[in-house]
């Protein structure tokens, strides 16, 4: 599998400037300007999720993979109440200002789904194509609580094989994997930090998703209601974020969004298996030319 370009961007927010980094994998058919999908990941993830995914769309894509502010290599922010979708949303914008395309493809994982979401329902919005992984307008209380169990309280480990361990456990709703499938989710949720690993993110982004969830649950169907671009939902058959009442709605209303779900499969699918790959690949080919 051939490496992504690092770059970053410079963003704007109440407390100041932030860089985010962001992952380019470049078009391999050498298409003088191909078009461009953005890939955004879940709540404590990076942008190399994508790598499987990424690495087989750039064979006609352009594909961006951004690491959102906190994760990955982009900067921590100086005030964690900014770790939220207006943040988010206002961060990819200025990403796809810098990216300078009109319209682009967008794949969004759980978090990722709900910025592209709230992008895609924008009057003038540059989303073409929208797929929604594993999240809706309406998020099961069961899920959200059992993220909140674990978001930053993840420990450190003396050896990589430990992380490793400790992502199937949290990870074990991405599905059955073989190790190379654990390890490509784990290499970059993980960073050495002096004999330790730790994870590649912000703890302080559990703050602001457990004044949300304190909040109660959020009614979305205005935004979903307002999106008019192609949109593929795909789901965990077992998923306790998005659950099949949600999913089925999503099919009769807003902008009908076919319903693409994968057994043995919780939260979220890891586009890593090659059905998954498949299913994406399918329907940027019928929606996004």
């Given at each position: 599998m051939s490496e992504p370009e690092a770059r970053t961007v410079t963003c704007a927010s109440p407390a100041g400037l932030h860089r985010i980094g962001y992952w380019e994998?470049?078009?391999a058919s050498g298409e003088a300007d191909p078009p461009v999908v953005l890939c955004v990941h879940g709540l404590t993830r990076n942008g190399r999720d994508f790598d499987a995914l990424a690495a087989r769309l750039a064979a006609r894509y352009r594909v961006i993979c951004p690491d959102m502010a906190g994760r990955g290599r982009s900067d921590r922010l100086a005030n964690s109440a900014l770790y939220a979708i207006p943040q988010y949303l206002a961060d990819c914008v200025t990403l796809i200002a810098r990216l300078d395309v009109e319209r682009l493809a967008w794949v969004g994982t759980s978090m990722g789904g709900l910025i592209g979401m709230s992008l895609a329902s924008l009057s003038a919005n540059p989303i073409a194509a929208l797929v929604l992984?594993?999240?809706?307008?309406?998020?099961s209380a069961e899920g959200l609580s059992r993220i909140g169990d674990y978001v930053g309280k993840a420990p450190s480990f003396d050896s990589y094989e430990a992380c490793v361990a400790y992502t199937r456990a949290i990870a074990a709703g991405f599905g059955p994997h073989d190790d190379s499938g654990w390890d490509l989710l784990?290499?970059?949720y993980w960073v050495r930090d002096g004999s330790r690993w730790r994870?590649?993110?912000?703890?302080?982004?559990?703050?602001?998703?457990?004044?949300?969830?304190?909040?109660?649950?959020?009614?979305?169907?205005?935004?979903?209601?307002?999106?008019?671009?192609p949109t593929l939902v795909m789901r965990g058959e077992r998923s306790d974020?998005?659950?099949?009442?949600?999913?089925?709605?999503?099919?009769?209303?807003?902008?009908?969004?076919?319903?693409?779900?994968?057994e043995g499969v919780g939260h979220a699918p890891s586009l890593i298996p090659e059905p998954q790959i498949a299913a994406v690949e399918h329907f940027l080919k019928e929606s996004f030319r």
């Open positions: 994998w470049q078009c992984n594993d999240v809706g307008p309406v998020l784990a290499r970059h994870v590649h993110y912000d703890p302080r982004i559990a703050e602001p998703f457990a004044t949300a969830g304190a909040a109660g649950p959020m009614n979305l169907w205005p935004l979903f209601d307002a999106i008019q671009c974020l998005l659950d099949p009442v949600t999913a089925r709605a999503m099919t009769g209303r807003g902008p009908r969004a076919r319903l693409l779900e994968f």
